[in-house]
């Protein structure tokens, strides 16, 4: 038995898994579909504390990132975070179909489940910590109306959402352009998790009929420990003629 196997197993013992680094990270596939893609922005929507923004440095990507975050104890860390890196921006809105105020509810589990719809049972029951614990009001956008601040023309903008079930609300607010995006990544749900929440079936068709992008990846996400069972996952998406083969 190798090194590595004899330390895995003892991990696994404990809950925990040993695997090669970084290429059997599922992380790591999804930046190097961005570098491939030549991406220039990743705007980051539902950055929570800067968790997507600083695994994409970590694997390699020196572009722009824009960060939308409006829950204040994440947004807080989250400016901590970014604040060093001149490439990386926060703006403290919720994104959705129209500019308004709006309420979110926060999770417990750090405000990573937090959303503006209602969580249904199967989600609090699969994840106990993760019940609301507080509402905060929030000042809501429309992608399109923000686009020229936080793209510029020629930019390969790619777009990534987890916002917990309200992802088809913020797609209509990008309005026509979601076909400026070079790439879409959005966490959904596989059954229901939220009232009126898109689901992984319907995120599919609209996404690859609607807009005409093609599936690339679906990265495993939140599983109910009571069965295994996955209920949410993250699905990528990018344009052919853009990923160049290396």
Known sequence: MTLLRQARRAAQRFGIDVNRFPECSFEYRVVQLLLRSGIDVVLDVGANRGQYGAMLRRFGYQGRIVSFEPVHGPLAVLMRRA??????????????????????????????????????????????????????????????????????????????????????????????????????????SCVPLYKDGLLLGKALELVQHGYGLTLMALVPGFTDPRTGQMLQCDAVFLRDKLLRAT
């Open 83 to 188: 604040s060093p890196d001149p490439l990386w921006t926060v703006l403290p809105y919720a994104l959705g179909d129209e500019r308004a105020a709006v309420t979110v509810n926060v999770a417990g589990n750090g405000a990573a489940s937090s959303s503006v719809l209602p969580m249904l049972p199967r989600h609090a029951d699969a994840c106990p910590e993760s019940r609301y614990v507080d509402r905060q009001g929030a000042e809501q956008h429309r992608l399109d109306a923000l686009w020229q601040q936080v793209a510029s023309p020629g930019d390969k903008v790619f777009l990534k959402l987890d916002v917990q079930g309200y992802e088809e609300a913020v797609l209509r607010g990008a309005g026509d352009r979601l076909h400026d995006c070079a790439g879409l990544q959005m966490e959904v």
